[in-house]
Structures are given as C-alpha cells and as structure tokens.
C-alpha cells in the first residue's frame, strides 16, 4: 500500500497545483463571466460523473492499478491542453481531468477497501498531504510564474507518477459479491452527504481565488487557507480510527465544524483571517474524509463499483457548487459566497437522524 498512497499523495499535489491556478487562468484569458469560469471548472465533474461508474466496472474485470495508471495519462493529457492557452483548450482539458479523477481517485480508494479500514485511513492521510502541498506550492508557483508554469509543474509530476503505479500490483475483486442491501444503501447516503459538502466548497474554492484577483489581493492568501486547512485535517485523519471515534456523532460534529470554517473563509480578506478559517475547517474537514469514507465503505465487496459511486458524489457537488455559486454572484455579488456554506446544515441534521437509527 506504500506505493498507492505515495502516488495518491502525487496525483492531489499536482491536482492542487493545477485547479488552483485554473479560475484566475480563465480570467487572464478574457472570460469575464463567472457563470462561465464555473462552468468551465465544472466541465471535469460531467466527464466524471458518467465515467465513474464504467471505471468501476473496467476496475473489477482489468484492476484496480491498471486504472489508475490510465488516470494519471488522462491528467497529463489535460495538463497540455490547457497550455495551449485559449478557454477553448482549457474546457477540452478539463475533459481529461474528468476522465482522470473517475479512473485514479476511485480506484485508489478501491485499493485501500481491500485491505481493510485501517488501510483507508492510511489513504486518507496520503490525500492530506497531497492537499496540503497542493495548494501551498501551487500558490507559490502561479505567484511566480504564472498559470502556464503551474501547469508544466504538474505536468511534470503526473509524469513521474504514470511511472511509479506502473509498478504497483494489480488487483481486484472478480467474482465477489456485495453483502447486502444494507451496505448500498449506505453508500448511497454517504454518496449524497459528500454531493452536499462538495457542492459548498467548490463554490467557495472556486471563486474566492477570483474575488481575490479583482480585489487586487494576492492568489497566495487562498493557498494559505487551503494549505493550513489540510495541515490541520491530518490530525484526526491520523487518529481518529484509533482512537475509536469513527462514528455518525463524530461525523455530525466535524461536519458542523466544516460550516464555521467555510463561513469565516467567506468572509476573511486578510491572511490571519484566513489563517484561522483554515484551522477550523481543516480540524473538520480531515475528520469528515475519515468519518464518510469507513462508515461508507468499509467492508465492501466489489470495492471498485463501491468506491466509484460513493465518490460520485464528490462529481454532483463539483458541478453543483461553481454553477450554483456563479448565479448568486452575478446576481448578488459576492457576498452570495456567505450563503452556500448553510447547505451543509441538511448533512448534520441527516447525521443525527442517521446516528440515532443505527444506535437502535
């Protein structure tokens, strides 16, 4: 598993490297609408929503590894379209990028399922420094260079990644049966849970980046955020399942702690500000990944198909959350970036429910 969790690790640093420079790229390239950036930004998760499923399939009957390999081509594909530098190129790369997180992300996981909860949580921790690496060099690297050197950064990376999970053993599940209704049905909860969070982060990810450049303040505060946020997430995604706390309560708590850090991140137009809104939603947000991952899927058979529709969900809120947040802001500013944090409250109140049912 040490392979697969280094090339998870690989494949979020040169993600966030790349998505952050994304929406300020467009605006560079004279998209002034932000109903069309989110749009654009949200062209991968169409891809990846349909494709998902299939990759599940394709995942059972060909392995796991042998996917995620195919992901990591598709990401070094996008990122040359988009360094070809017009809208047009950019919307055709996010294509590839769909079609790369329906193979990798999935896939990895699915890898992580078959060796048990301890084995995800282990997953999870990779993602966190992914993501924490991500966003902090890739502010640093557009502040530097700009979008196109951002690009070449993580081509470079998803290069050197396609090579290390050519060497990872391949593996799936033929033949295995799921055990039960019980279990889809979970994964379909926790599918529809990870749709809602999703769709009030990526509005904010999204456009602060670009309220922050017709604010005339520097991209690197958002990479602040985003950086201590996945700083911190790496404390109970280290400790949570020892210390036994894996459970709906938990999952309600962090989810309530995800809405405050997300709303002072709204708000926030200094670093401190956004310092301290990463502290809060990275304490929460890492506890989530763990919380919604095991209760999903741990234990599954047919990890492929599993991992791939609970993960769908991550693809409805990313189309849902730039569309969605790109309306209010035409048509309330952005001060409408302080609204779609509240749709998180529907997933703690679904906890509570879930968790008092459970205990019955």
Do not use: C
């Amino acid at each position: 598993m040490r392979s697969v969790n280094l090339a998870t690790l690989l494949f979020f640093t040169a993600n966030g490297i790349a998505i952050i420079a994304i929406p300020p790229y467009l605006r560079d390239l004279g998209v002034q609408s932000e109903t069309v950036i989110g749009a654009i930004v949200s062209t991968a998760f169409f891809v990846s929503i349909i494709a998902r499923p299939l990759s599940g399939l394709l995942g059972e009957k060909m392995g796991y590894s042998t996917m995620m390999s195919a992901g990591i081509a598709m990401a070094v594909a996008a990122q040359l379209m988009y360094l070809l530098g017009s809208p047009l190129w950019v919307q055709v790369g996010r294509l590839f990028h769909g079609l790369a997180i329906a193979t990798f992300l999935p896939m990895s996981i699915a890898l992580s399922v078959s060796e048990g909860a301890r084995a995800i949580a282990a997953r999870s921790l990779a993602v966190g420094i992914g993501n924490v690496l991500g966003p902090l060099v890739g502010s640093a690297v557009y502040d530097l260079g700009g979008a196109r050197f951002s690009f070449i950064v993580a081509l470079i990376i998803h290069s050197a990644n396609w090579a290390l999970v050519r060497g990872v053993e391949n593996r799936s599940e033929k033949g295995a049966g799921e055990p039960g209704a019980v279990l889809v049905r979970r994964v379909f909860l926790f599918m529809a849970l990870l749709a809602v969070f999703a769709t009030a982060y990526m509005s904010l990810s999204t456009f602060i980046p670009v309220k922050l450049k017709d604010h005339g303040l520097p991209l690197t505060y958002w990479g602040l955020f985003s950086s201590v946020a996945a700083l911190l997430s790496l404390l109970p995604r280290a400790f949570l399942l020892k210390v036994n706390l894996v459970n709906p309560f938990t999952a309600a708590a962090a989810t309530a702690t995800v809405l405050a850090g997300m709303l002072l991140a709204s708000y926030a137009e200094d670093p401190f500000l956004f310092v301290i809104a990463g502290v809060i939603y990275g304490l929460g947000q890492g506890a989530v990944v763990v919380t919604y991952q095991i209760m999903a899927l741990a234990g599954s058979k047919k990890a492929g198909i599993s991992s791939a529709i609970y993960t769908m969900g991550w693809d409805i809120g990313s189309i849902a959350g730039p569309i969605i947040g790109g309306g209010l802001i035409e048509s309330m500013g952005y001060s409408a970036l302080h609204i779609t944090p509240l749709l998180i409250i529907v997933n703690v109140v679904a906890l509570l429910i879930y968790a008092t049912a459970t205990r019955r």
